[in-house]
């Protein structure tokens, strides 16, 4: 039996908060559908693409100020950790995997250098990870919460600067 090739897709859920990012190059927007990325084109003739890589659906995407990387990541079961990738915009491959939030990723930022980027686990999670971009190692991570009661939904670098960030 032959391979199924996506070829295009009709649709948007709306489900991922902050889901339609347009890429720096103001030619593209981006946003998961399911457990794929849909990178379309909106200037000029239209077309499509897929970053397709994920097991599950796809919680949070992001994309650097440069536009070369595009990151994304997904839910999965209870018990098992859920994989952050990062993309090569241009060749739209996949460049980096990474795994240490439990059940889901609930959002992603790059800092304004592309060197960082900043993951927050979901409810079932509670941590916040800064990774290296460029050699993919997870470089610290603390927790969110105090056992109070609510949890940290969104993370983000200031501007200009990557050592200034919140959660």
Same mark, same amino acid.
């Given at each position: 039996m032959g391979e199924l090739n996506l070829v295009g897709c009709i649709g948007f859920a709306g489900n991922v908060v902050h889901g339609v990012v347009t890429h720096p190059d103001r030619e593209h927007i981006i946003y998961p559908l399911g457990c794929n990325i849909v990178v379309q =084109? @909106?200037?000029? =003739?239209?077309?499509? %693409?897929? *970053?397709?890589?994920? #097991?599950?659906?796809? #919680?949070? @995407?992001?994309? +650097?100020?440069s536009g070369r990387y595009v990151a994304s990541g997904q839910q999965t079961h209870q018990g098992f950790e859920a994989d952050i990738i990062i993309w090569d915009f241009q060749s739209r491959q996949e460049l980096r995997r990474f795994k240490l939030h439990k059940v889901k990723v609930?959002? *992603?930022?790059? %800092?304004? +250098?592309?060197?960082? *980027?900043? +993951?927050l686990g979901?409810?079932?999670?509670?941590q916040l990870a800064m990774w290296d971009v460029d050699n993919g190692k997870a470089l610290c991570s603390a927790r969110t919460r105090d056992g109070r009661g609510g949890q940290a939904l969104t993370v983000a670098f200031c501007n200009h600067n990557d050592s200034t960030w919140w959660g």
């Open positions: =084109k @909106i200037a000029g =003739k239209r077309a499509q %693409s897929f *970053l397709q890589g994920h #097991t599950d659906f796809v #919680t949070c @995407i992001a994309v +650097s100020q609930q959002a *992603l930022a790059f %800092s304004p +250098s592309d060197m960082f *980027l900043a +993951s979901g409810v079932d999670d509670g």
